[in-house]
């Protein structure tokens, strides 16, 4: 099976123009002794009628919980998504476009980009912001990096409170690059400025999420002034939805704010693709990574769209590019754009609330419950932690019961041994709440 | 056309949740008053209606493989089928939560075990990770996986060698990496220079990162002498994957000497390229560096997958969860599809296309190496320039007025006016022959009428846009809210003319 379209009457036409006797003859550069003299070792093909059934039978072995009995989020948040988004997406030029370089011919996609910039600006409060980037975890690690590079410095403070992955990401590359990185111990759910202040002499940046991990609200403006006492950035890890109702990174001082687009319309589809993004004030445009789209105008006036300040990237400085990114995730961003612009500032403001009073319901009745207490006393987001018996054979059974019940935060955090972290978001009902607290109750007994 | 923000309509939107009852708790109540923002983010307010109408409009503003012929080099612009559109949003693909337990996500898991071991089989390789994210994050993973093992091995390496004729992503990567690139020549052949290898190769190189075939769709002839020299010096031998649509099922690279790879699946397994991403990467390398690759590994036990984090040399991580899943369900897909038979028609047809493409071609232009080449070639237009004062640049605007997407442009950057183009194996010939007359004929046109090509497109929703300007000037976002509003202007004659006020 394939898609080729040239009939073997063409081929043969083909071959009689390049002036060769068969195809295998094309392949004659190819040294005789390194070619594959056997098929590949493949499953066979399958017609299209076969291939659905199958894939069909293997994405029914995975379990859904997408009518509101998942409460885990950890980075992952199961929101709800108008269908127009879905419509809209899947539009084949869209999805078949490449990267814009050709501006004239590429319009839709730096438009839709540049709204996308917009928006990110506009929900953290910064002036720039690129055309989006892996995911999370790469974006937070760019922002570091820019960092390094802004001050010359190679101290890295981080939060114990940044989601565990993305700090896994930002030690795999600068441990390589030799720098230092210091961690900064939550206390009680949130970040001791404090200790943040101790920790930031010589540091190139303070790194602190907002929520954070285990859903704590985080003083970003106490992070940014301990940062910028000792002449380093302040970057802060949010999550764009949070953005409807708290303040936002540019209003606490903060410098570069980077994070995932995920809760934005975008599928948790077992962690990606997502859409990484990074905002940051005015005086750091020139060094950030990756794609831009800037607004221009036309040999008539006409304004028009087209990705700038190129002399940063890669396929034009090569060894002195401010990175190595070459892509981005303009389809995911197209995905979050269309999101937002849906919903608009009503919309998104009605899901984060919502998210909001359905996690704190879920924690209200959960400590009704004997044996189960609320972790700490600092406010939270649509993130909670929850101190109950047995933590894994509570989740084990919860799932028996059709519920995704959290993350057990022991391997994460060492200390946390009777720890989960539990999420609402509107897609939980009161009823899917009572019904969970229940099923809490039974499988703790 | 306007942006959203211009459209905007303050009090007009669809409702897609239900009404909170009176009875909910108060945000401030829940929150600190500290921590909430003083005014809502301003978000454009749009019905449903003007949604749908405004990315139907965006779409029509651009080009994409579904509409036009895209011979863009190096890319791979091949047929996206709609299928593996289907099925990757199948609830059990989109709406599984990438920290479920594994025994929740059975089906899943083996779509990626298989995966891996299909790239591991289709490269000669021996273990693969699905991690990174695009094609420059597995270079990135690979240079890493390098580090640590030379690091482990007690040897310090942090030259990176690199052909001339290679992406800018490969010395970017390297400097990333924290190493220092050496850059090598190509011969006359557009191969790699094994004098100039030899003599830049030393006790501190760590790796030699080739494109095979090369970015001039060339398959580096010399490939097996290259690989040992490399070798000899205790280096490795990284490929750049991102042209393996032209040798799958015919050669591998674990069979010509390859120690690491990365693969584009938007490229060779044509996932959508989405307007530029996501992409997807994976690593697939030689058993000896399969402890350094990223965690978590995939394991299976009889028939039972799950993750194994206990890999203690490993790098670590280099993405949030597992790679782009999404982009791994569609190519699993279409190699499933296309079973080994059909894999190999891909590359046959993909070089017999460029081949075709070419031989229709050079009898009217210059071509950079005139050998039998791979998928893809590289056109070299300095003697038009030089006969016409047409560039290359203007000869790709003007292709847009045919309704074909241009090729890649000066690149490889050996070659001066390069147009390098890719015609894939989903095309037939008489798009090839179609777009053959159109370059043939706008090279008439650089003759009797220069003007117009130099000033071309004439028929794209805007003319050529002043990149200086965007540069010198950045406006990177929308700015009604920073900015007093622009006076209001009734000539645009967009929102379907409007009437003048009465």
């Known amino acids: ?445 | 056309m306007k942006t959203i923000f211009e459209k905007s309509h303050p009090g007009r939107s669809t409702s897609y949740f239900p009404e909170p009852s009176a009875a909910e708790a108060p945000i401030a109540s829940l929150l600190p008053g500290s921590a909430l923002r003083a005014k809502p983010p301003s978000l454009p307010e749009i019905s449903e209606l003007g949604i749908v109408r405004h990315f139907t409009e965006l779409s029509h503003r651009m080009f994409s493989i579904d509409g036009n012929f895209y011979p863009l080099g190096s890319c791979t612009m091949k047929y996206n089928p709609k299928v593996n559109e289907k099925i990757a949003v199948l609830p059990g693909f989109a709406k599984v939560h990438p920290l479920q337990p594994a025994v929740s996500i059975q089906g899943i898991l083996e779509v990626m075990w298989s995966l891996e071991r299909m790239l591991a089989e289709i490269s000669g390789m021996d273990a693969v990770t699905l991690q990174p994210a695009a094609g420059a994050q597995g270079e990135l993973t690979a240079l890493l996986v390098a580090a640590a093992y030379f690091r482990d091995r007690g040897e310090r390496r942090t030259k990176v060698l690199i052909p001339d004729s290679a992406h800018g992503t490969n010395p970017a990567t390297a400097t990333l990496a924290g190493c220092r690139t050496v850059s090598v020549k190509s011969n006359k052949r557009g191969g790699v220079d094994l004098e100039d290898l030899k003599a830049k190769l030393s006790a501190r190189t760590a790796a030699l990162m080739i494109t095979n075939p090369s970015t001039l769709g060339l398959f580096e002839e010399e490939i097996k002498a290259v690989a040992d020299l490399v070798h000899q010096a205790g280096a490795f031998i990284y490929m750049d994957g991102a042209n393996m649509n032209a040798i799958q099922g015919r050669a591998r690279p674990g069979d010509f000497g390859i120690d690491v790879m990365h693969f584009n699946l938007h490229k060779t397994f044509s996932t959508p390229h989405g307007g530029g991403g996501p992409g997807s990467g994976p690593v697939a390398c030689k058993k000896f560096l399969e402890p350094y690759l990223p965690l978590p590994r995939l394991r299976r036990e009889g028939d039972v997958f799950s993750f194994d984090g206990a890999h203690p040399k490993s790098i670590g991580k280099v993405k949030s969860f597992w790679g782009n899943v999404g982009m791994h369900v569609r190519a699993y897909t279409y190699i499933r599809y296309h079973g080994p038979e059909g894999i190999r028609r891909n590359a046959e047809h993909a070089v017999l296309n460029a081949n075709y493409l070419l031989s229709k071609l050079k009898k009217h232009f210059k071509v950079a190496y005139d050998r039998t080449c791979m998928h893809e070639f590289v056109l070299d237009g300095t003697p038009l320039f030089k006969k016409t004062g047409v560039r290359t640049l203007d000869v790709a605007k003007r292709l847009l007025d045919y309704n074909f997407h241009p090729p890649t442009i000066y690149f490889p950057l050996i070659v001066h006016e390069a147009l390098m183009i890719e015609p894939t194996e989903t095309e037939g010939r008489e798009t090839l022959d179609a777009f053959a007359e159109a370059l043939i004929q706008i090279a008439e046109e650089a003759k009797t009428d220069p003007k117009k090509v130099q000033t071309a497109p004439h028929t794209m929703p805007v003319r050529r846009l002043n990149e200086v300007k965007a540069a010198k000037e950045p406006n990177v976002r929308w700015c009604t809210p920073c900015d007093p509003p622009p006076p209001p202007r009734i000539d645009e004659g967009e929102s379907g003319g409007t009437a003048p006020p009465v």
């Not at chain 1, 081929?11 to 392949?27: H, N, P, Q, R, V």
């Not at chain 1, 029914?60 to 879905?86: E, K, M, Q």
């Not at chain 1, 105008?297 to 940063?312: C, E, H, I, P, S």
Request: hydrophobic share 40%; aromatic share 6%; glycine share 8%.
């Open chain 1, 1 to 445: 099976m394939d898609y080729i379209q040239n009939t073997p009457q063409d081929t043969a036409a083909m071959l009689k123009s390049i002036g060769a006797g068969s195809i295998d003859e094309l392949f004659s550069p190819i040294p005789a002794d390194l070619r594959l003299k056997r098929p590949l070792d493949l499953p066979p093909a399958l017609s299209e009628q076969e291939l659905f059934a199958h894939l069909q039978s293997l994405a029914v072995r995975n379990r859904t919980f997408d009518a509101g009995r998942c409460f885990l989020g950890a980075g992952a948040y199961n929101h709800f998504i108008p269908a127009v988004v879905d419509a809209l997406f899947s539009r084949g030029e869209f999805l078949s476009a490449y990267t814009p370089y050709q501006a004239e011919a590429s319009q839709g996609t730096l438009q839709h980009i540049f709204e996308f910039q917009s928006m990110m600006c506009e929900l953290t409060g910064m002036d720039v912001a690129t055309a989006s980037h892996y995911d999370g975890a790469t974006a937070l690690q760019e922002a570091v990096a820019m960092s390094i590079d802004h001050t010359e410095r190679k101290k890295v403070v981080i939060s114990s409170g940044v989601n565990p992955q993305y700090r896994s990401v930002v030690r795999s590359l600068f441990k390589q690059l030799g720098a230092t990185i210091v961690e900064v111990a939550h206390v009680r759910g949130v970040t001791p400025v404090g200790t943040l202040k101790e920790a930031a002499e010589g540091a190139a940046c303070i790194v602190v999420q907002n929520p954070n991990f285990l859903g704590g609200v985080e003083d970003l403006s106490g992070m940014a002034q301990a940062a910028h006492a000792v002449g380093a950035l302040a970057v802060a890890s949010v999550n764009p939805m949070s953005l409807a109702l708290l303040k936002p990174p540019g209003e606490c001082g903060c410098d570069i704010a980077v994070g995932e687009a995920q809760p934005l319309g975008i599928e948790m589809g077992f962690g990606g693709p997502w859409c990484g993004f990074i905002a940051a004030r005015k005086e750091h445009i020139r060094g950030l990574p990756g794609r831009i789209v800037g607004e221009t105008v036309d040999l008539d006036g006409k304004r028009g769209f087209v990705l700038t300040l190129q002399a940063r990237e890669q396929h034009i400085r090569r060894e002195k590019a401010s990175s190595n990114i070459c892509t981005n995730q303009a389809l995911m961003a197209l995905r979050a754009t269309i999101y937002l612009e849906t919903l608009g500032p009503g919309g998104l403001r009605r899901v984060a609330e919502t998210s909001v009073r359905r996690t704190h319901e879920l924690s209200a009745k959960l400590a009704q419950v004997e044996g189960v207490y609320i972790a700490y006393k600092a406010p939270y987001f649509h993130e909670v932690v929850i101190e109950l018996p047995h933590p894994p054979q509570t989740l084990e059974r919860l799932l028996e019961k059709g519920f995704l019940g959290g993350l057990y935060l022991q391997p994460y955090y060492r200390d946390l041994r009777d720890h989960v972290l539990m999420c609402c978001t509107e897609r939980n009902t009161s009823a899917d709440i009572d019904a969970f607290v229940q099923g809490v109750r039974e499988a703790i007994k």
